[in-house]
């Protein structure tokens, strides 16, 4: 659990809601399920209307890093590597084949098979590369679902709060429903900038932060498998290894 973004998440939210109750106002003027719906409804339509379904699910599956972080993996994948590197060296590299099936990451099951075949280093690194690249630019795809609803955001809130204007001018002449209106064109504004600015805008930089940290583990095990096919001494590559650890 990443205690730090709930801190930050309840942070932002208590200061909102404790400098309206500084001012004087009521927590209960700022929940307009009007505005809500407006804002939180049109930004969801404008991302699904410009992403594929595909992307809209991935950055949808992927908000549980916010709080739940994927495990990278390192130290585990350092050991595993120059446990293999050990290996190839007193006894070859078919010697690695029963070692593949136990392995549950495709990518590092697909690097040792193509390290046991016998592919050149070269070929070996470049064909891995571009399976590192599609994959961060898939889910960096899928995490830019969030920067997009934003961007949206605060112009639907905009939108809302037109809407609310539009409503009190049609009821000029009925002061009772003026403040409904007012409050749902005010509101909306507000659930729109503070929802891009609090809680979508940093689920996008985190989320980046996480592909990163992934795709540094992947160059990492590209790292090593080669070390392995170019027979380094396995000191050697935990060394070059180790520089991925943060």
Request: proline fraction near 4%; aromatic fraction near 6%; charged fraction near 15%.
């Amino acid at each position: 659990m990443d205690s730090v973004s709930l801190i930050g998440l309840l942070l932002g939210l208590g200061a909102i809601v404790g400098g309206q109750v500084l001012e004087g106002g009521h927590v209960s003027s700022l929940l307009q399920p009007t505005a809500f719906l407006i804002v939180v409804g049109g930004t969801t339509g404008a991302v699904l209307l410009q992403s594929p379904l595909t992307v809209f699910l991935g950055g949808i599956k992927m908000l549980k890093w916010v709080f739940i972080p994927p495990s990278s993996g390192h130290e585990r994948t350092i050991e595993l590597v120059i446990e293999w590197s050990y290996l190839a060296r007193r006894e070859g590299m078919l010697a690695l084949e029963r070692h593949i099936e136990e392995i549950d990451d495709p990518f590092v099951r697909h690097g040792l098979q193509m390290l046991v075949d016998g592919i050149e280093p070269m070929i070996l690194r470049e064909s891995l590369e571009i399976q590192v690249d599609a994959w961060a630019t898939q889910m960096r795809q899928c995490a830019r679902i969030w920067e997009s609803a934003g961007g949206y955001s605060p112009t639907i809130g905009i939108l809302g709060a037109v809407l609310g204007l539009i409503h009190v001018m049609e009821n000029l002449s009925d002061p009772t429903k003026l403040g409904a209106g007012i409050a749902v064109a005010f509101v909306a504004t507000v659930y729109g900038v503070g929802l891009a600015n609090l809680i979508l805008l940093p689920i996008h930089k985190k989320l980046l932060s996480h592909i990163g940290l992934l795709a540094s583990r992947r160059e990492m095990v590209i790292d090593g498998l080669i070390g392995i096919a170019n027979g380094d001494n396995p000191r050697i590559i935990e060394s070059r290894m180790r520089g991925y650890v943060q």
